[in-house]
């Protein structure tokens, strides 16, 4: 997908250099070849380079399938540009293959004309055959119609490393460190940034860095003096509103947030937490800022992190549990006991392909109806959503926000695809974040008949509904709290069929009324008469923009509302609905936010689904939406 | 949008509140109606609680009882303190968490045998070894009570319940062996018949740092009465109930006329000390770094018809879970904003 081209003379090494708008790469090797690696620092240094950026990493659940097989492929997509970009890229300009299988498995996502850069040391009989090429491609017609650059990759590293003392079988592992060096050359990417970045990651293994850099070196070098690549291309940074920036993954973005919240809220941060993909770099994060006031629990299982994050809630701490889709159905009970115990509780769920097992590492948008539903009893909880890496940080301040004002549980949910891809994110001032401190009970809020001051746990705030917050330690309020339904105000055990109608109609109108809070959506591209409205939520957010974009630049009129709360929904969300003469609603389930908007809204919501583990492109939501307005 | 409450500043908890005001039973007995059947042994354990809480030295804003699901479990309700009522077995979670939040309360969690071993094992398993700070009273009356009868992880094998008419066939958990063989710091078995003992058992546990582990044999007059007739009854007691006394032989019986040594091949027997030379008789150490010899104790009387230990059997120190690893309190925006500009960052305009 290269946009425009410029040929100029110049730029590395004398060769003649182009510029282009934008390029998608695609590195793919075998799970234990480092792709992941070399792809995030190629992003890296694409943005320290200014350039906008998207990412998508894709990697198989095994930590080492076996080598030279399909299922063992993993592969990193960037999308680099000099624009604004939204998606890692319908399809790749350039793809870097470490093996057969690698080739096999990433040609068909390769843009006609494409640049396919082979590691043709990895093509021997077996790894065909492995691959389940009987014949080596490059003899056969399928590589026709691409520009191939054939590099003995693994030879010059392990030729240039074997000099420094290092075992072959070690040296080969340096070839990611060789694309690397290609790949920096080709797209004039300043390599002092990655030596740098090098000698800090392998500090302390003088072996194992020394491989690097030479393997990294000769990768440049290989640029420089090959015939192959006759032409570098240069992508020019991005206009972009001034301040400071970095590049950030979801992960990363939802962890700070979290550890913001703390701040703004001025509590403790604990999370208690259970390893699961692709969850688990939040705990890995938060595990490393005790400094930030963040304790992290890793529990003994998914129930234990939840249950002993209702306790730190109870304890007065900002609570949270984060896991992935089998985890939020363990949770379920414990979040229904947060429900009722009417305590501050985020719970993260970063969603993958299911049910049960299904894509451990593979994005999908399927547990929406188990975080509005998945509980028993009318146990009404509110949903936000992320829509792209950086909005991790926002969503991250907002689930605590309504967690600690009103006393709740909030499901926040990103996905794996937006929990492993990386954008540039302009840091906010953190004077302007909100501010998140609610405060504790400290005095009797209640006068016994015989005129005793004392403390009653579930009297309300008249606005908020949302009851005081007494933790243990302080005196003069001791009470007790439980699961078993409440007597409205004093919480005294109550199995009176009154009260529970009243309770049961409090609860869920203490979260409808976080709507008042709530921003009203924006609607985006063409609000007046749209042709059609595209509703979106979640991480479905870049592929939706984009398209949108292509379709009113043809001349069509789209709208296109993308959804931060789930539950409640936006106050003006019904009103935007009925104005629009169709709505579509993209999603990566099989209909779920359309459900909720049928129902809710008695609007007829058409879902466009896709389930396949892998995001939408926008060329397929282009598809889509011209279906709609023929 | 509604504004937001205006904030109020807590003291920290911990802080120098001078010496903590004396209190009495009555104290801690909240104004809730106590809902368990007449004659169940949870009264008398209750009792026995609220009465060795004066001697803790605690005050009650800083006392937190947290249950799971069952009868035993609902005694957060009647102790006047902070309490919370979780969900079924998961006690022992919930109070880690509570502990971990702020370390200068006592917390306690009282559960059921069904509470803490069947549904609620892995969490007992996990906060023991952990070494949480927790003093977990375990009432074991070897039954489900409040599903009404059915047979629990510590019946009897061949126990014949609503569940099991044609008598149980799982092999029961001994509540002290699961708690030693998790590395338990501070091991001990009381029961409902015997205030005192109950007394000066809970606030040994209490006192010790970490996970306190304190088995009751309790009874359940209504699905499983008689459940230790034959150990706990006072006619029984001077045949059945075997003293642990740190740092002396074991010796119950009258006169002292029975005792305990260790078989290198069966582990703790019971003897008849006339038979055996007095020197043979097992000296009770509860501070023994290895749990073998508690564990052994432990197995003494794998039914409730046979002498059986009664009395702190391990009590050693550990480093106490979180302390080390004590976050600090949040540094507020400003460590935030240097957080958010750590590592790689570039500047527009």
Redesign the interface.
């Known amino acids: 997908m290269l946009d425009d081209t410029d040929v100029t003379v110049g730029g590395s090494g004398g060769k003649p250099s182009e510029e282009v708008t934008g390029v998608v790469i695609r590195l793919a090797g075998d799970s234990g070849d480092g792709m992941q690696l070399t792809g995030n620092q190629f992003t ?1 240094v694409s ?2 380079a ?1 350039n906008a950026l998207s990412t998508l990493p894709d990697f198989p659940a095994e930590i080492r399938a076996p080598a030279g097989t399909l299922p063992g492929v993993s592969a990193f997509q960037v999308h680099i540009a000099g624009h604004e970009v939204t998606t890692p890229g319908d399809a790749a300009d350039v793809l870097v293959a470490m093996n057969p299988a690698a080739l096999r498995a990433e040609l068909p996502k390769v843009v006609p004309g494409g640049t396919v850069v082979l590691n043709t040391d990895a093509f021997g009989e077996r790894d065909l055959r492995k691959a389940g090429y009987d014949v080596d491609p490059r003899d056969t017609g399928d590589l026709e119609g691409f520009e191939v650059v054939e590099v003995p990759m693994t030879s010059l590293t392990v030729t240039a490393v074997k000099e420094l003392g290092v075992k072959s079988r070690d040296a080969e592992r340096s070839k990611n460190f060789f694309a690397l060096g290609l790949l920096c050359w080709m797209y004039h990417r300043d390599p002092e ?1 990655v030596r740098s970045w090098i000698r800090d990651r392998f500090n302390g293994k003088d072996q194992v860095l020394a491989a690097n850099l030479t393997a990294f070196e000769v990768g440049l070098n290989f640029g420089e003096t090959t015939e192959l690549i006759p032409v570098t291309r240069v992508v020019p940074p991005v206009v ?8 950030i993954s979801g992960n990363t973005a939802l962890s ?1 947030g979290l ?2 919240a ?9 999370l ?1 937490s259970y390893p699961i993909t692709p969850a688990s770099d939040i705990l890995h994060e938060l595990s490393r ?7 992290t ?1 890793q ?3 998914e ?2 992190a939840c ?11 900002l ?1 949270v549990t984060t896991t992935s889709g089998p985890g939020l159905a363990l949770k379920a ?2 979040i ?2 947060a429900v009722s ?1 009417e305590l501050p509780l985020v719970v993260v769920d970063i969603q993958r392909g299911g049910p049960s097992t299904g894509l451990p590492t593979k994005t999908e948008q399927a547990d929406l109806l188990q975080a509005m539903f998945g509980r028993h009893g009318e146990s009404p909880v509110p949903v936000v959503a992320a829509s792209r890496p950086s909005d991790c940080f926002d969503a991250a301040v907002e689930a605590a926000r309504i967690a600690l ?1 009103y006393r709740t549980p909030v499901i926040l949910l990103s996905d794996g695809y937006l929990a492993n891809s990386a954008e540039p994110w302009r ?2 001032a ?2 302007s ?1 909100p ?8 005095e009797p809020n209640h006068t016994a008949p015989d005129g005793t001051p004392e403390f009653w746990p579930y009297l309300r ?1 008249p ?2 509904l949302a009851r005081p917050w007494a ?14 339904e409440k007597a409205d105000g004093s919480g ?2 109550s199995y009176d069929p009154a009260n529970h109608q009243r309770m049961t109609e409090l609860r869920a109108a203490k979260v409808a009324g976080i709507a ?2 709530v921003p009203p959506v924006e609607v985006q591209g063409d609000a007046e008469d749209p042709e059609v409205l595209v509703v979106g939520w979640g991480s479905t957010w870049g592929a939706i923009t984009d398209a949108v974009e292509r379709v009113r630049a043809g001349g069509r009129r789209v709208a296109h509302v993308h959804l931060r709360h789930l539950n409640p929904f936006p106050p003006n969300l019904g009103e935007v609905l009925a104005d629009a003469p169709r709505v579509l609603v993209p999603e990566m389930n099989l209909g779920q936010l359309a459900l909720l908007l049928r129902s809710t809204f008695l609007v007829d919501a058409r879902p466009v689904n896709k389930v396949a583990g892998q995001p939408f492109t926008a060329a397929e939501l282009v598809v889509e939406l011209e279906k709609i307005l023929d | ?2 504004p ?7 003291a920290a ?2 802080r120098d509140r001078g010496p903590v005001p004396g209190t009495t039973r009555a104290d801690w007995q ?1 104004d ?1 109606e106590v809902r368990w059947c007449p004659g169940c042994g949870d009264y008398s354990i209750l009792a026995a609680f609220q009465f060795a809480l004066p001697d803790m030295g605690v ?6 009882v ?2 799971g ?1 069952g009868c035993a479990a609902r005694f ?2 009647y102790v ?8 079924h077995g ?1 006690a022992p ?10 370390p ?2 006592s917390v306690f969690v009282v559960g059921g045998d069904g509470d803490l071993l069947s549904i609620g094992g ?2 007992l ?2 906060a023991l070894r952990r070494n949480v700070d927790l003093t977990i009273l375990l009432f074991n009356n070897r039954i489900y009570g409040l599903t009404k009868g059915q047979y629990s992880p510590t019946s009897e094998q061949g126990k014949v319940t609503k569940s099991s008419p044609r008598g149980s066939e799982d092999a029961p958990l001994h509540p002290l062996s699961v708690a030693l063989g998790a590395d338990a710091t501070f091991v001990a078995r009381t029961h409902d018949m015997d205030r005192a003992h109950m007394v000066e058992t809970f606030r040994r546990a209490h006192a010790h740092r970490g996970a306190a582990f304190v088995e009751v044999l309790q009874n359940c007059n209504v699905f499983n009465d008689g459940a230790y007739a034959e150990i706990t009854s006072k006619s029984a007691r001077e045949e059945m109930v075997i003293p642990l006394r740190q740092g002396e032989p074991i010796r119950f019986g009258p006169d002292g006329s029975r005792g305990v040594v260790l078989d290198p091949d069966v582990g703790a027997v019971v003897v008849d000390v006339a038979d055996v030379a007095e020197d043979a008789l097992l000296v009770h150490d509860e501070t023994r770094d290895d749990p073998g010899i508690a564990f052994a104790l432990s197995r003494l009387a794998p039914n409730p018809d046979a002498p059986t230990p009664m009395g702190v059997f391990r009590a050693v120190e550990r480093p106490v879970y ?1 302390i080390a ?13 240097a ?3 750590s ?7």
């Open positions: 890296a943005a320290l200014g940034g972009r509103e001034p301040g400071t920036y970095r590049s700070w550890i913001a703390g701040q703004l809220a001025e509590l403790p941060l604990f208690g800022h005790p400094g930030m006031g963040v304790r629990f529990a003994e299982d129930i234990a249950t002993a994050a209702i306790g730190a809630a109870f304890a007065g701490d609570a009970e414990a229904g006991l115990l004002a840091l906010p953190v004077e974040l501010d998140l401190r609610v405060g504790f009970a400290t705030d606005d908020t933790v243990p330690g302080t005196p003069g309020l001791e009470h007790r709290i439980g699961g078993i005294d055990i008042g809070t | 949008m509604t937001p409450p205006t904030p109020v500043s807590v908890p911990g909240s809730q005050r009650r804003e800083d006392v937190v947290v249950g699901i957060p309700y006047d303190s902070y309490g919370l009522h979780g969900i998961r979670a919930i109070a880690t968490g509570i502990a971990l939040a702020n200068d309360l892995n969490h398993l996990h979180g690893t004590s976050p600090g309190p949040p540094p507020g925006r400003d460590a935030l904003g957080l958010l500009h590592g790689s960052t570039w500047t527009v305009g």
